[in-house]
């Protein structure tokens, strides 16, 4: 099975940077994914990391380390839209199933 | 493409009642899965299905059914439905890579008096 931890809320300025982190048990998997949901939406798919080191989308970087156990989510220079939950995810290799964390409630204040 | 499709988008219950959440997808996706969300509970997998004919349990599957006769459709049935599955419904597809990548569809916001 999986188990994955991320902290529930973080608060940030407009401009700042906020980092996501994600730790994991997990007998094998993947990789490890990002989604992000705004206020009564629906998940959509922000990155992923198949393999250990940094993945950059725009504003938007994910890291992985597998060794550790380990990713983070990293919002740069953040807009009031990126107020939202992150999710992080992991499929197992044994079953195909996604497993999601809890996520972190991002508040991004003016 | 549409996407993801689900329907209803809002429905009550009352306690005892069945009813089915309906999910298509015309992405020729193989595996879709079904969650509900709680408040501050995250994603959690009720049934998932790696290909037509083929369901699995997820986390949190009792008093949920599942069926899988085309890779198009993954309806969810509720046999007797509770208090306690008032949630947010989510199902989604992805195709048969590693990215991870799920395409969800707007939920199905279901209440039970």
């Known amino acids: 099975g999986q188990s994955l931890e991320q902290p529930s809320e973080v608060t940030a300025v407009e401009g700042a940077i906020v980092q996501i982190n994600c730790t994991y048990q997990t007998s094998g998997f993947y990789g490890l994914s990002w989604y992000q949901q705004h206020d009564g939406g629906a998940p959509t798919f922000l990155s992923y990391n198949a393999l250990d080191g940094l993945e950059e989308t725009g504003r938007f970087s994910s890291f992985l380390s597998r060794s550790d156990s380990y990713g983070y989510l990293l919002l740069q220079e953040l807009q009031m839209k990126d107020s939202a939950s992150y999710f992080c995810a992991v499929r197992d290799i044994s079953d195909y199933k996604l497993s999601f964390g809890a996520g972190t409630t991002v508040t991004v204040r003016a | 493409n549409a996407g993801v499709t689900q329907t209803p988008k809002f429905q009550v219950l009352k306690t005892g009642q069945s009813m089915t959440l309906q999910c298509a997808q015309d992405m020729n996706h193989e595996y879709m899965s079904w969650y509900r969300q709680d408040p501050g509970m995250g994603l959690r997998l009720i049934h998932y299905?790696?290909?037509?004919?083929?369901?699995d349990q997820g986390e949190v599957p009792n008093g949920y059914n599942v069926s899988r006769s085309t890779t198009e459709d993954f309806p969810l049935r509720l046999l007797s439905a509770a208090p306690s599955q008032t949630s947010v419904y989510f199902c989604a597809s992805s195709p048969p890579s590693g990215r991870n990548e799920q395409f969800f569809g707007p939920g199905t916001r279901l209440t039970v008096l």
């Open positions: 299905s790696v290909g037509a004919g083929i369901t």
